[in-house]
């Protein structure tokens, strides 16, 4: 934009120099030697007869000489020459002997004077625009820009990623790997007559590694990598997803071989005509450019599309079809030996203590995503940072679970002694009904310090991975969650607000397992309600009723049922044990928390064995 302006003033500039030596050169006359005169010098040279021939060019007057010489000088302004020699004691008969021409001024001057007086104004204004404009350029450039995507090119051999830097997720390297060879050696698979794949889909919760995996393909195949997230596409002006599509896939075939990532595709890529929206959106015609762009790749053209989302679920089928994104990759949370390769990865350039062990670590953090367990390690050092240590210990590792986990402690929020003790006695209940219960999750910490939204908590954690819950735990975790409720009001004969959320949770706990999961006794393995989830909210909203009134009334019957049999569980144990509910309260309220080796001494100690929901 700058450059254009600069260079059409230039050009500007250029002609109207060049006219002017034009007209200059044509009536320019040659040079020739000349000397300067004094107008006494030519008067005396005119009365003794010498002077040739006089030319009069506005106020210059030339003279040639007889012998050749020729001299110049100026008359004075506004007296003719006649007169101006006269008064130079020239005789007006020798005057009338020699010619005199008398020629228009230079043409040079001429032109200058008529031509200057109208352009000073024009280049005036002409360069006040230019500033003007060129600051006004830097706002403006994205009103200017706005058609074109703002596509990241990260060069593969910049701040390259391997996938030596992404752990675990060996299918997904595998399928990858296909990808990054592809690239590499198209001819091998062209001479075949393979179909290139186009698009391919990664797919996995959120912080699994899919942004860092795509990067790590283009690091492997060594191809240029675009990056742009699909919010981009529609970001400022309606109405701009569509050509900045076309941009975006333009980009990526100049560069061909190369890799296009549309980071987070979900954006623009949910299933049309549904929502809330309208039907015929911005969304939806960025998602049928992207359609049409990769329906126009011809059948070689080296450039392949890969898509993040973490909401398969909600896609247009019309993107998932073959020759779109017709293959998918998974990536999952990782499992207990890809977390502690994850925490190795991002311990890579932290100095650790020698009594770390990332192990441990990885087997506290079952459900954690690549990117909680990067935050893990980071908040880790952060935390040994601000105690004056210079090296990370596991203590800060395991800090750093919690403050992940539950948000920050929040150690300022000050309770009254009353409020203390309850706290105690309901997190006591939390923990005691776990440690009674054969299939509850082992408890990891218990305490009473305020962290994140909850007043207290009781850290459980599952021994290993699952995948699957079965209704035996699912009973063990509702009756856990009336254990806080329970101490309280067996200690106090009241019931506090802290419950509540206790009690949210256990009752859509219990609904969940009548309706959807098929869990209760009535109604065996039958499923009600369809749910459906309204994509602007992402969340369950409706929960369409396909079944009857009295159903409804059976169904409520049946949650209620599963509710008051934890509930009576855990207060069965809370009953039988008040001994050593008094005991870790007690614990609790001096030592605000306690940790898993000491919470079993404590069931050690009081011989509690573990026993079933009756
Ligand atoms: P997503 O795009 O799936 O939401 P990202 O790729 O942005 O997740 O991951 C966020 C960060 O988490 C990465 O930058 C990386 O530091 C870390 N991370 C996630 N998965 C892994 C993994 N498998 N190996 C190493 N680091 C990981
Ligand atoms: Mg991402
Ligand atoms: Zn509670």
Known sequence: MRNKIVKNILVAVLIFISILLFFSTLSLP????????????????????????????????????????????????????????????????????????????????????????????????????????????????????????????????????????VAGLKEAKQELMEIVDFLKNPKKYLDLGAQIPRGVLLLGPPGTGKTLMARAVAGEAGVPFFHISASEFVEMFVGVGASRTRDAFATAKRAAPSILFIDEIDAVG?????????????????LNQILVEMDGFEKDAQVIVLAATNRPDILDPALLRPGRFDRRVVLDLPDLSDREEILKIHARNKPLAANVDLRQVAIRTPGFSGAELANLVNEAAILAARKGKNKIEQIELYEAIEKVLL?????????????????????????????????????????????????????????????????????????????????????????????????????????????????SEKFGPLTFGKT???????????TEKNYSDAIAYEIDKEVEKLIQRSYQAAKKIIQKKKGVLEFIAKTLIEKETIEKDEFEEIIKKFKIKKEEIS
């Open 30 to 165: 040659q040079k020739e030697e000349v000397a300067k005169l004094t107008l006494n010098d030519l008067a005396k040279g005119i009365n003794e007869n010498r002077v040739s021939r006089i030319v009069v060019e506005g106020e210059i007057i030339k003279a040639t000489f007889i012998d050749g010489k020729k001299g110049e000088t100026k008359k004075e302004v506004e007296t003719s020459l006649s007169e101006t020699l006269r008064n130079f004691g020239v005789a007006p008969e020798k005057l009338s002997q020699i010619p005199i021409e008398i020629k228009e001024e230079s043409s040079l001057k001429f032109w200058a004077s008529i031509l200057l007086p109208s352009l000073i104004p024009v280049i005036i204004i002409g360069i006040f625009f230019w500033l003007t404009f060129r600051q006004a350029r830097s706002g403006a450039s994205q009103v200017f820009n706005f058609g074109k995507s703002n596509i990241r090119l990260f060069t593969p051999f910049k701040d390259r990623i391997t996938f030596a830097d």
């Open 270 to 286: 949910r299933e049309r005509g549904a929502g809330l929206g309208g039907g015929h959106d911005e969304r939806e015609q960025t």
């Open 407 to 519: 948000g920050p402690e929040r150690r300022s929020r000050v309770l009254s002694k009353k409020e203390k003790e309850i706290t105690a006695y309901h997190e006591a209940g939390h923990a005691l009904v776990a440690a009674c219960l054969k299939h509850a999750d082992p408890v990891h910490k218990v305490s009473i310090i305020a962290r994140g939204q909850a007043g207290g908590y009781t850290l459980k954690l599952p021994s290993e991975d699952i995948y699957l819950r079965t209704r035996k735990q699912f009973l063990a975790d509702m009756a856990i969650m009336f254990g806080g409720y329970s101490a309280e009001e067996i200690t106090f004969g009241d019931i506090s607000t802290g419950a509540s959320n206790d009690l949210q949770v256990a009752s859509e706990m219990a609904r969940k397992l009548v309706t959807k999961y098929g869990m």
């Open 532 to 542: 459906q989830e309204l994509i602007f909210l992402g969340k369950e909203i409706t």
